[in-house]
């Protein structure tokens, strides 16, 4: 199935920080329309755009936030303080171009002279950044219009690279993104089926929380990326998954070795979207997800639980400016979901023990 790079462009192009999102969602908006029967908005901003079909009913979650910055003060000199929005490593953020406030500002994430630096400081993390957008007073900064309060996100698009494989910044989740446009885009298949894209994910899965317990899904599955360590800079001891090696369907996921706070997919849930992959000739990976959790972990939750789980297309050096994954992977995972749709599974009445 293919998965438009027009598609996934058009979404990166918008910009969507934690908490304003409203470009991101619009665009997806527009483009998702002419193939479904209802589109929406929720209050936090969630989308939720229907397919009807039959009394079952399937909700498929890719969220619209990225990470960014939220600008909390100017100094007197004209440069923003910021704090991080989402899971940043420090080691990305100095040397980057951002765009700031509602007109997109350029502005530049300055990293201190190499040339003062004490040789602990040239091998440690950066500390005490600030966004310079070239003003020399609070003034100056405001007839830019940007005030605290506003938000920033890096300034890089899309890039192809060989092999099919694409680098960009918010590639996560705005693939997934793609992934249902191409979804929706095909013939009807039975159940209701709800593409929704939720909002600030990457602060606490809070529109998953809002839009599951709206929607009321039968079943609730999250499309993301899936971290990888597939490279020379990789952990030893990291995950199994590596990019061209077809989706991942996860076991689980958490914000520690010990799975807090992340989700734990039950049997029925997996053997479904395996057996889906199957039917599909596509081949899948399983792993877990540490130090992270998707809106699985919501959607599993709603009004005292549902069927839940995770697919995912593999992702190398996520959470930063030049996150790269393979868009065969992405079409691979389209193909699973598509199959998926087609295939029964359990309903909401059914408890969770394996078949």
Known sequence: MHVSLDDLETLVEAAGAPGNEYAVADRFAELIEPHVDDVSFDPMGNVVATSEGSDFEIMLAAHTDELGFLVDDVDEDGFLRFRMLGGHYKGNLSGQRVRVGPD???????????????????????????????????????????????????????????????????????????????????????????????????????????????????????????????????????????????????????????????????????????????????????????????????LQQVRGGRHAGAIAVPCRYTHSPVETLSMRDAEETAEVLLSALGREFPGRDEIRRPR
């Open 104 to 298: 997109g500002v350029l502005g530049v994430v300055g990293p201190r002279c190499r040339h003062y630096m004490s040789g602990e400081e040239k091998e440690s993390l950066p500390e005490n950044l600030r966004i310079d957008v070239g003003a020399a007073s609070r003034e100056e900064v405001a007839a830019l219009n940007v005030e605290p309060g506003d938000y920033a996100t890096w300034d890089c698009g899309v890039s192809e690279l060989a092999n099919d494989r694409v680098s960009g910044r918010a590639l996560d989740d705005r693939i997934a993104l793609a992934i249902l446009l191409a979804v929706a885009r095909e013939e009807d298949v039975d159940p209701t089926v709800h593409y929704v894209a939720t909002v600030q994910e990457e602060v606490g899965l809070r529109g998953a929380r809002a839009a599951g317990h709206d929607v009321d899904p039968d079943v609730g599955v999250a499309l993301e990326i899936f971290p990888v360590d597939d490279y020379p800079a990789g952990r030893s001891d990291g995950v199994n998954a590596t990019l061209d090696g077809g989706p991942v369907v996860e076991f689980a996921d958490g914000t520690s070795e010990y799975l807090f706070g992340g989700v734990i997919v039950d049997r029925q849930t997996r053997t479904w979207l395996r057996d889906a992959a199957d039917a599909a000739d596509v081949s899948i990976q399983h792993d877990v997800m540490l130090s992270g959790s998707t809106d699985a972990t919501e």
